[in-house]
Protein backbone atom coordinates (compact mmCIF):
# COMPACT_ATOMS: atom_id res chain seq x y z
CA UNK A 1 0.00 0.00 0.00
CA UNK A 2 1.29 3.48 -1.04
CA UNK A 3 0.24 6.85 1.25
CA UNK A 4 1.58 9.98 0.46
CA UNK A 5 1.60 13.01 3.27
CA UNK A 6 2.39 16.46 4.10
CA UNK A 7 3.30 18.72 6.44
CA UNK A 8 6.04 20.12 8.40
CA UNK A 9 9.30 18.04 9.56
CA UNK A 10 9.58 18.63 13.34
CA UNK A 11 11.86 15.98 14.38
CA UNK A 12 14.85 14.53 12.74
CA UNK A 13 16.90 11.57 14.73
CA UNK A 14 20.01 10.18 13.81
CA UNK A 15 20.62 7.06 12.09
CA UNK A 16 20.70 4.20 14.22
CA UNK A 17 22.75 0.56 13.48
CA UNK A 18 20.09 -2.32 14.69
CA UNK A 19 22.73 -4.68 13.38
CA UNK A 20 25.23 -5.03 11.36
CA UNK A 21 22.60 -5.16 8.62
CA UNK A 22 19.83 -3.31 9.16
CA UNK A 23 20.07 0.26 10.18
CA UNK A 24 17.24 2.75 10.31
CA UNK A 25 16.33 6.47 10.83
CA UNK A 26 13.12 8.10 12.28
CA UNK A 27 11.44 11.61 11.91
CA UNK A 28 8.34 13.08 12.96
CA UNK A 29 5.99 15.00 10.39
CA UNK A 30 3.52 17.51 11.81
CA UNK A 31 0.49 17.59 9.62
CA UNK A 32 -1.79 20.66 10.36
CA UNK A 33 -5.45 20.35 11.07
CA UNK A 34 -7.28 23.26 9.43
CA UNK A 35 -10.54 23.54 11.94
CA UNK A 36 -8.14 23.47 15.40
CA UNK A 37 -4.41 23.51 15.92
CA UNK A 38 -4.70 21.70 19.27
CA UNK A 39 -5.81 18.69 17.09
CA UNK A 40 -2.54 18.37 14.86
CA UNK A 41 -1.56 15.22 14.00
CA UNK A 42 2.55 13.89 14.67
CA UNK A 43 2.97 11.28 12.61
CA UNK A 44 6.52 9.27 13.26
CA UNK A 45 8.11 7.72 10.33
CA UNK A 46 11.08 5.31 9.48
CA UNK A 47 13.60 5.13 6.81
CA UNK A 48 15.48 2.11 6.21
CA UNK A 49 19.06 1.11 5.05
CA UNK A 50 20.14 3.26 2.22
CA UNK A 51 16.68 5.25 2.41
CA UNK A 52 18.49 6.84 5.28
CA UNK A 53 20.43 9.89 3.56
CA UNK A 54 17.32 11.25 2.64
CA UNK A 55 16.22 12.87 5.62
CA UNK A 56 19.94 14.94 5.41
CA UNK A 57 19.28 17.75 3.54
CA UNK A 58 16.11 18.38 5.14
CA UNK A 59 15.86 21.27 8.42
CA UNK A 60 13.72 21.13 11.34
CA UNK A 61 10.40 22.57 10.30
CA UNK A 62 10.63 22.57 6.40
CA UNK A 63 7.45 21.51 4.71
CA UNK A 64 7.91 18.05 3.29
CA UNK A 65 5.81 15.42 1.45
CA UNK A 66 6.35 11.63 2.73
CA UNK A 67 5.53 8.83 0.51
CA UNK A 68 5.61 5.72 2.75
CA UNK A 69 3.84 2.21 2.88
CA UNK A 70 2.38 0.72 5.98
CA UNK A 71 4.12 -2.38 7.38
CA UNK A 72 2.98 -4.66 9.97
CA UNK A 73 4.40 -7.52 11.62
CA UNK A 74 3.72 -10.00 13.93
CA UNK A 75 6.26 -10.96 17.03
CA UNK A 76 6.26 -13.75 19.12
CA UNK A 77 7.89 -14.17 22.82
CA UNK A 78 7.40 -15.98 25.29
CA UNK A 79 3.90 -17.35 24.14
CA UNK A 80 2.13 -14.44 24.25
CA UNK A 81 1.83 -12.69 20.29
CA UNK A 82 2.30 -9.12 19.89
CA UNK A 83 1.71 -6.88 16.50
CA UNK A 84 3.24 -3.47 15.64
CA UNK A 85 2.83 -1.36 12.52
CA UNK A 86 5.39 0.78 11.02
CA UNK A 87 5.12 3.64 8.56
CA UNK A 88 8.43 3.10 6.08
CA UNK A 89 9.52 6.38 4.14
CA UNK A 90 10.80 5.47 0.60
CA UNK A 91 10.66 8.81 -0.59
CA UNK A 92 10.78 12.26 0.77
CA UNK A 93 10.48 15.60 -1.43
CA UNK A 94 10.71 19.65 -0.92
CA UNK A 95 7.39 21.39 -0.81
CA UNK A 96 7.29 25.38 -1.98
CA UNK A 97 5.53 27.51 0.30
CA UNK A 98 2.00 28.09 -1.93
CA UNK A 99 0.69 31.41 -1.73
CA UNK A 100 -2.57 32.02 -0.03
CA UNK A 101 -6.00 33.00 -1.61
CA UNK A 102 -5.29 36.63 -0.92
CA UNK A 103 -2.21 36.30 -2.43
CA UNK A 104 -2.35 38.35 -6.01
CA UNK A 105 -0.11 36.13 -8.66
CA UNK A 106 3.05 37.86 -9.47
CA UNK A 107 2.52 40.39 -12.85
CA UNK A 108 3.91 39.05 -16.49
CA UNK A 109 7.03 40.29 -17.25
CA UNK A 110 7.15 42.01 -20.36
CA UNK A 111 9.68 39.28 -21.98
CA UNK A 112 6.88 36.83 -21.02
CA UNK A 113 4.09 37.95 -23.77
CA UNK A 114 4.42 36.32 -26.80
CA UNK A 115 4.34 38.99 -29.13
CA UNK A 116 1.03 38.81 -31.73
CA UNK A 117 0.79 37.36 -35.08
CA UNK A 118 0.15 38.62 -38.36
CA UNK A 119 -3.19 37.68 -38.45
CA UNK A 120 -4.06 38.30 -34.66
CA UNK A 121 -5.58 42.22 -35.64
CA UNK A 122 -8.15 43.11 -32.74
CA UNK A 123 -11.13 44.80 -34.66
CA UNK A 124 -11.17 47.49 -31.14
Known amino acids: MN ?3 TGNLIVKDDEQSISASFKKREFVVEVMNER ?3 WND ?3 FQLTQD ?3 QLDPFSLGEPVKVSFNIRGRKW ?3 GKVNYFSNLEAWRLEKVQASAGPDTPP ?3 AE ?3 PPAGANED ?3
Do not use: G, H, T
Request: glycine fraction near 0%.
Open 3 to 5: FEL
Open 36 to 38: NSD
Open 42 to 44: YIK
Open 51 to 53: RCA
Open 76 to 78: EKD
Open 106 to 108: PPF
Open 111 to 113: SEV
Open 122 to 124: LPF
